[in-house]
Every structure is written in C-alpha cells, then in structure tokens.
C-alpha cells in the first residue's frame, strides 16, 4: 500500500499438509507408547507432563489446520521453525522419560532427515545443529527412566555410544543424503527448465503454423477484391472523384498479398525445403548453422565419408529438438571463437560422428568433468547465463539416442563431439524409445 512493495517469500518444496501429516503420527506414536509403557509395562513415567507435550503438538497442528489453507508450500525458514519444534518437543518428552536412555531417542533424527530431502543445506545444518545440541543436553540432564530392577543403570561408555551413534547419524544425514537431494533438486530445476524452453518452442512452432493457415484462408478474398478493384479501376475514368481510392484500394490490397505471402513462409521453406523431410548430413548441417552465420565468424562445415565401405551419405529429418541442440553447441562456438567455427562430420556404415570445435580459449579444465550437468557454466557472472544450454542439448540429443563429448583442441579452443548409431540418425523420427 501507499506505494510500497512488499517482497513476497521464496517458496519452498515442503507442503504445510505434509508437516501437519508428520505431526499428527507422531503424536498419535508418542501417545501409544507412553501409555503402553506406562500401563502396559508397568513403567512408572509422569503421564500428566508427557499429556501436556503431546498435547502442545496436537493444538499446534489444530491451529495450523484452522489458519490454512494446507495446500500452500512454506518457504524454508518456516518450515524450519515448524521442524524445529517438532526437535525441541520430542527432546522434551526424551527428558521425562529417560533422556538417551530411551530407544526411542532416534527418532530425533526425523525431523533431520525432512529436512534433508525437501529443504535447503543451511536449513538442514542449522537443524541438525540443533538436534546435536538437544542430544548432548539428554546426555547429561534427564528424569531417571524408572527400571523395573532397583539401581539398575546403563553404563557411562554404553551412553557416550549412544550419543556418538545419533551424532554421527545427523552428520550423515545432513551432509550425504543433503547433497543427493540437492542433486535431485538441481536436476529436477533443470528439467523443468529444459520442458518451459521446449513448449515454448512448440508454441512459436504452432503459432506459426496457425499464421500459415490463416495466411492461406485470406488470400482467396484478397485476390477477389483485387480482381474487383482493377475491374473498377477500368471503368472509373481516370479523372473521376473515384479513380484516386480505386488506386489506393489496389495498392493496399498488393500490401495485403506481400504480409500474408511473408506469414506463409515458414522459415524451413526459405531455403527450399518441406517441413519434415530428410535432408544429407552435410545439407542439414548447413541449415542448422545458417541462423548462426551472421555472428561474424565463418563457420566452415565439412562432411566426408570414413572409407569405401561407408556407405551412402546418411540422411537426417530435420526434428526440432535435434536443431535447437545443434544449433545450441554451434551458437556456443560462434561466442567463443577467436576468428571461426568448424563443423567435420564423417560417417561409416555403423555410426556417424560431428565435431564442432572453435579456436577461443576452450573449457576450463576444472569444468570438463563436469559440462552436460545443470547449472555448471564458465560464465555465470556473464549476463546471466546460467549453465543450461549444454544442458539442454545433451539431454535432447540423448533422447534421440546421440552420445557427448566436451574436451579441449591441442592447438587451442574447445570442441564437441556428436556420436550416433547410423541406424538410429536414420531413424531418428523413431528417437523417443532411446530416451
């Protein structure tokens, strides 16, 4: 209000329902076991305070519920907060019924583990923090777990292992199964990328296709009133009050036939070819690099066969998503270029390959292990470029079944290395089953 702007919270991965779900078990769980023990067993434990622990959850979940709506994903830091107390409440019921004592002490790691696959490094770490800190104070500052032979105790060694076993099981959580979960986040983020990137290629695709049609659809009317205005135009004398809007009527009408021509020319038809028809390797090639030519750096292509008994030049459909890769790995190579791009592609009887290389100053060598993973770039401090388009491409180009390459020339840039199964190129209409 009052011209302000408010910044709204990243939202996170966690569901407030999904919270609520983990609460309600485990306070139906707390419940169940203090009164098995208690009646059950015959343990002697203080029912009203561990009543009043379960019973803070289970208002805090009626609360939550009541606020709504559980739908809504919660941004990190909340999420924590609500975790947090889930730690802070189960080390309280710990510290009635025999602190590190009690088995059920590992369920500390619960809400760790949550945390781990659904939230942030930091927020795990903090959390985790908090569940080490929660077990050291068990250790030492506990209510005496009532055993049923008088003076019966643990021993101090047996408890420090105890100690050291939930530790170390929060450190691994936090760190191996934190990183495995961002892995997947990572990846997940950069698919979801790579989808948004592709239907919007779809929809210009599908635009322009509805563009064709109804350029088609109009020039049938078009022509008629053309036809119909150069009529007039003959028998409207030249001098008349008329002759000066049939001329204005025409000239607009040959306008009106230039703009639909150009809305039914699809850019695959500029150069001479019908969409979705196969094309030599070395045409397609050729077509694929013609929207990059203009960078200013020549792009030389070269296609050969391997030897006498390679066969015939193999023929490629020009399939959208095998152009866009392409024509990512070629637009990559034309920005690193010191003075020009090279494409050499050969083929044999069984497999195809296609080298893009460059003469810039190649792949850092800490990346090259890493290209083809999201979110890995040499220049995220560049305008924003955010690792993707490697991505991208390897993953297209893997779901048509091609395998890739990134290294670094002896002489000096970068190159990239496309292998196919000829069989498969050839077939590549067919390429959704090597997904």
């Known amino acids: ?11 996170g991965r966690l569901r407030l329902r999904t919270l609520i779900s983990i609460r309600w078990a485990a306070v139906l769980g707390q419940s169940a076991a203090i009164l098995l023990v208690h009646y059950g067993l015959g343990y002697t434990l203080p029912v009203f305070h561990c009543a009043a622990a379960i019973g803070a959850s289970a208002l805090l979940n009626v609360v939550l519920t009541l606020r709504g709506p559980l739908g809504r994903h919660l941004p990190d830091y909340h999420a924590v907060l609500y975790l947090a107390y889930d730690v802070l409440q189960l080390t ?17 790691l619960a809400p760790v583990i949550v945390s781990a696959t659904a939230l942030s490094r930091p927020a795990t770490i903090g959390l985790g923090g908090l569940a080490v ?97 150069k009529e007039m135009r003959r028998e409207v004398p030249k001098d008349g009050p008329l002759a000066e809007d049939v001329a204005l009527l025409i000239e607009q009408s040959d306008r009106c036939r230039e703009i639909l021509a150009q809305l039914s020319r699809r850019p695959d038809q500029s150069q001479g070819f019908e969409p979705g028809r196969f094309m030599p390797l070395g045409q397609f090639l050729d077509f694929v690099a013609e929207p ?32 866009h890769a392409l024509g990512t790995l070629i637009q990559n190579a034309t920005q690193f270029a010191g003075s020009a791009v090279r494409i050499e ?36 401090d560049q305008g924003g470029h ?50």
């Open 133 to 229: 800190a929660a077990l050291t104070l068990l250790a030492f500052f506990h209510q005496p777990l009532p055993w049923p032979a008088p003076g019966f105790a643990l021993p101090e060694y047996y408890m420090l292992g105890v100690w050291q076993a939930l530790v170390i099981g929060i450190l691994f959580i936090a760190a191996w199964v934190g990183s495995v979960s961002e892995e997947a986040r990572t990846m997940s983020d950069a698919l979801v990328a790579t989808q948004v990137a592709l239907s919007r290629a779809q929809r210009l695709s599908e635009l322009g296709a509805l563009a064709a049609a109804a350029a088609h659809e109009l020039g049938s009317p078009l022509a008629t009133i053309a036809v119909v205005a």
């Open 1 to 11: 209000m009052n011209g302000e702007r408010r910044t709204q919270p990243v939202l």
């Open 92 to 108: 309280a019921l710990l510290y009635l019924t025999g602190g590190l004592n009690n088995p059920f002490a590992l369920l500390i």
């Open 345 to 380: 592609a050969q083929w044999g009887a069984s497999e195809i390959g296609i080298e893009i290389s460059d003469d810039g100053p190649g792949f850092p060598p800490l990346l090259l292990d890493r290209l083809g993973e999201p979110y890995v770039s040499s220049r995220k």
């Open 386 to 435: 955010m690792g993707l388009g490697l991505f991208i491409a390897q993953t297209l180009l893997g779901r048509y079944g091609a395998r890739l390459a990134f290294g670094n020339r002896r002489e000096g840039g970068a190159r990239v290395t496309v292998t196919w199964d000829r069989a498969t190129a050839e077939g590549i209409a067919g390429g959704d089953e090597h997904e």
């Open 292 to 323: 990059y030519r203009n960078e200013g750096k020549p792009i030389v292509i070269q296609a050969a066969a391997a030897g006498e008994s390679a066969g015939p030049e193999p023929e490629i459909e020009r399939v959208p998503e095998v152009i």
